[in-house]
T-cell receptor, first 116, second 112 residues
């Protein structure tokens, strides 16, 4: 079974530029998560999808971040414009059942973003 | 609101020694509790989880964790550490909102 795929693995941009990350979850997984992991910290949930609907986006900085999940399968996370403090690893995860809290999340390798 | 505290930023142990990583949570009821491991350059992998029943949970790679309601703790243990266990370990809690909250992580260093 293929795992969660993310691309690109690394991205370097200058502040005020735009960037997009892509995630393809495990086939059949209903729930998809985007996390931001700043160096030395644990992952922070940005947005949670169930199929193609948003379950929670309370921690997503909506003035610059946006995300969508196309047809309930893969997802993109965009930052526009980027700030220095957006430098982090962006992790995508998926779980099989609709969000219920107890299900195992499967994580992708992450995209490391550096904003100069 | 829920929160997680991992009080130890770094833990150093010798190979073959026992290990305990601490995790304390704050939540009004019994939450779902998880331990994940992250190796350098990789995503997180679930070690074990607890949501009801037996308070001693067995996981992969020889890890176990014990839920103690009275102490609001969910500490991770392993009787004998291998060099390959060197990694970052994260405790996570999910409460009634079903939003996962992760601790800041504990970096495990294993000496030969």
């Amino acid at each position: 079974e293929a795992g969660v795929a993310q691309s690109p693995r690394y991205k370097i941009i200058e502040k005020r530029q735009s960037v997009a990350f892509w995630c393809n979850p495990i086939s059949g997984h209903a729930t998809l998560y985007w996390y931001q992991q700043i160096l030395g910290q644990g992952p922070k949930l940005l947005i949670q999808f169930q199929n193609n609907g948003v379950v929670d986006d309370s921690q997503l900085p909506k003035d610059r971040f946006s995300a969508e999940r196309l047809k309930g399968v893969d997802s993109t996370l965009k930052i526009q414009p980027a700030k220095l403090e957006d430098s982090a690893v962006y992790l995508c995860a998926s779980s099989l059942v609709p969000s219920g809290g107890s299900d195992t999340q499967y994580f992708g390798p992450g995209t490391r973003l550096t904003v100069l | 609101a829920q929160s997680v505290t991992q009080p130890d930023i770094h833990i150093t142990v010798s190979e073959g020694a026992s290990l305990e990583l601490r995790c304390n949570y704050s939540y009004g009821a019994t939450p779902y509790l998880f331990w994940y491991v992250q190796s350098p350059g990789q995503g997180l992998q679930l070690l074990l989880k607890y949501f009801s029943g037996d308070t001693l949970v067995q996981g992969i790679k020889g890890f176990e964790a014990e839920f103690k309601r009275s102490q609001s703790s969910f500490n991770l243990r392993k009787p004998s550490v291998h060099w390959s266990d060197a990694a970052e370990y994260f405790c996570a809690v999910v409460g009634g909102s079903y939003i996962p909250t992760f601790g800041r992580g504990t970096s495990l260093i294993v000496h030969p």
